[in-house]
């Protein structure tokens, strides 16, 4: 087999010559194995549903089995022992603004009978889950959390006139 045989093309390569030399055996080698492979791998992939739509439901369902999300709806228990924990949370996030007295400063006050978005425990927990944007409260449930929001909720029910 001649090697180094110059095709002659020159002329429509800027004046580079090409040589036609035949590829090395490793190299052609090389090449048909991922070939090989490649056919193997899809052959595997789609015969075992492994597609990365199944395998992320899957982690999603074992998360959900090893932690799983409370109900934002549950009932809230009104215990002394869930009071005292929601005072813990309103004296850790919202003393800033309706004071430690729950009598208002920045925020309304939660202990008169008047309440703007309602005082039942239900109407109390939706203001602390989604805020009151347009009067600059945050939408604690997502900081908080289903249950803490329910305990605070439970201690601004007893302690804010809500009952």
């Not at 002329?11 to 090389?30: Q, V």
């Not at 959900?64 to 005072?87: F, H, L, R």
Request: hydrophobic share 45%.
């Amino acid at each position: 087999m001649p090697t180094d045989e110059i095709l002659g093309h020159a002329d429509e390569a800027d004046g580079i010559e090409e040589y036609d030399n035949a590829l090395p055996g490793w190299w052609l080698g090389l090449f048909a194995i991922t070939i090989v492979l490649g056919v193997a791998y899809a052959i595997h992939w789609f015969g075992t549903d492994q597609s990365q739509t199944a395998i992320y439901e899957a982690e999603v369902a074992a998360a959900e089995q090893q932690w799983p999300t409370p109900d934002a709806n549950a009932p809230i228990a009104t215990d002394a022992a869930s009071v005292d924990a929601g005072k813990a949370v309103y004296d850790q996030n919202c003393v800033a603004c309706h004071g430690a007295d729950m009598t208002g400063g920045i925020g309304p006050d939660l202990t008169d009978a008047e309440w703007v978005h309602g005082g039942t425990i239900e109407e109390i927990r939706a203001t602390v889950t989604d805020g009151v944007p347009e009067k600059g409260m945050l939408a604690w449930g997502a900081i908080l959390g289903p249950d803490k929001v329910a305990k605070v909720s439970a201690y601004v029910h007893a302690g804010g006139g809500g009952l």
